[in-house]
């Protein structure tokens, strides 16, 4: 078992220092960075005002991922934004392909 030791992350420009044994601070900062560009996104959305809302937000946000994903599923909204996306793609590479003849 390694040793526990405090670890400092950033937060949204907020610093917290966190216990964490030594050999699982590499999966806390992935988990830090994640946390961290959520919460920027709300914010970045302008629809969430304060950090506790936004963290609140984000929280939810990341308990709805877990559990979807725990239980096999997918997010069919994220599916079909991402498959409206591609076909937006295509769509723009076909009228570029048309443009050359």
Do not use: W
């Not at 699982?24 to 946390?35: D, H, I, K, P, T």
């Not at 723009?92 to 443009?99: F, G, N, S, V």
């Amino acid at each position: 078992m390694s040793e526990v030791k405090g670890l400092d992350v950033s937060i949204m420009g907020r610093e917290f220092r966190v216990a964490c044994p030594e050999d699982e601070q590499e999966e806390l900062l992935l988990a830090v960075s994640y946390l961290d560009r959520k919460m920027r996104e709300i914010r970045d959305s302008g629809k969430v005002i304060g950090v506790e809302r936004i963290a609140i937000m984000a929280a939810l946000n990341i308990a709805h991922e877990l559990l979807t994903t725990r239980s096999g599923g997918f997010d069919i909204g994220d599916f079909k934004r991402r498959i409206g996306s591609m076909q937006e793609q295509l769509d723009r590479a076909l009228m570029d392909q048309e443009k050359l003849f």
